[in-house]
C-alpha cells in the first residue's frame, strides 16, 4: 500500500506493544465474547477491561482501514487508477472512522430510548468484533503472503471471515436485546443500529 500504510502500520504497531498488557488480557475477553454473550456483558460492567477495550480499538481504526484500502472496499477498482496508495489509505481510515461515529450516534439516540439501559450495553458488542475482525484479517494477510496466495485469495479469504464475525456479532446483539426486550423492540432497534451503516458502506461501494 506504499511508505504512507508502512509507517501508519509501524507506529500502530508501536502502540500496541506499548499496550501489551492490556492486549494479553483482552485476548481471552475477546475470544470469550465470540461463543459467550455473557463475556460481552461483563466486559461492559467492567470498568478496567472496558478502558482497555476501548484503547485498543481506537487503536485498531487504522489498521482495520489499511485493510480495506488493500480490499478495495471503499473505493471501485478504477479509482487505484486515479490516486495515489497514500490517498487511498487515508480516505480508507477517514471512512472507517465515518462508519464508526455513524454507529456511535445511533447509539446515542437509541440510548434515549426507554431501553436506554441495554441499549449502551449493547454498545460495546461492536468494538468487541471490530478488533477480532482487524486482527484476523492481519493474521489471514500475513499467512497468506508468507505462502504467496494472489490477492483474489486473500480478499476471499478476509471477506468471509469478516462475514463470519459480523454474523456472529448480529447473534449477540440480538441476544442481549431480546433478554430485555420484546422480539418486535429487538428487531426495530437492530434494524436502526444496523441498516445505515450499512448503507452507507454499501453506498461508498457503489459510488466512489
Not at 507506529?11 to 499496550?19: E, K, L
Amino acid at each position: 500500500m506504499g511508505i504512507l500504510a508502512s509507517i501508519l502500520i509501524i507506529i500502530t504497531a508501536g502502540f500496541i506493544i506499548y499496550n501489551i498488557s492490556d492486549v494479553i488480557t483482552l485476548i481471552p475477553r475477546l475470544a470469550g465474547s465470540l461463543i459467550n454473550v455473557k463475556e460481552n456483558i461483563h466486559i461492559e460492567d467492567s470498568a478496567s477491561i472496558h478502558r482497555m477495550r476501548n484503547t485498543i480499538f481506537y487503536i485498531f481504526i487504522v489498521p482495520v482501514g489499511i485493510s480495506a484500502a488493500r480490499l478495495a472496499l471503499y473505493h471501485s477498482p478504477h479509482f487505484l487508477e486515479m490516486a495515489s496508495p497514500g490517498i487511498i489509505c487515508l480516505i480508507s481510515i477517514a471512512a472507517t472512522g465515518v462508519y464508526i461515529l455513524l454507529r456511535r450516534l445511533l447509539i446515542a439516540l437509541l440510548a434515549a430510548t426507554r431501553d436506554g439501559k441495554t441499549i449502551r450495553r449493547l454498545a460495546g458488542v461492536f468494538p468487541n468484533y471490530f478488533i477480532v475482525a482487524g486482527a484476523l484479517a492481519w493474521i489471514s494477510f500475513l499467512i497468506c503472503s508468507i505462502f504467496g496466495a494472489p490477492e483474489g485469495i486473500q480478499a476471499a479469504v478476509i471477506y468471509r471471515e469478516v462475514i463470519i464475525i459480523y454474523c456472529l456479532m448480529i447473534i449477540r446483539q440480538w441476544q442481549i436485546l431480546s433478554g430485555n426486550c420484546n422480539y418486535l423492540r429487538t428487531f426495530l432497534y437492530l434494524c436502526a443500529l444496523e441498516i445505515v451503516p450499512s448503507a452507507y458502506v454499501a453506498a461508498i461501494m457503489i459510488f466512489v
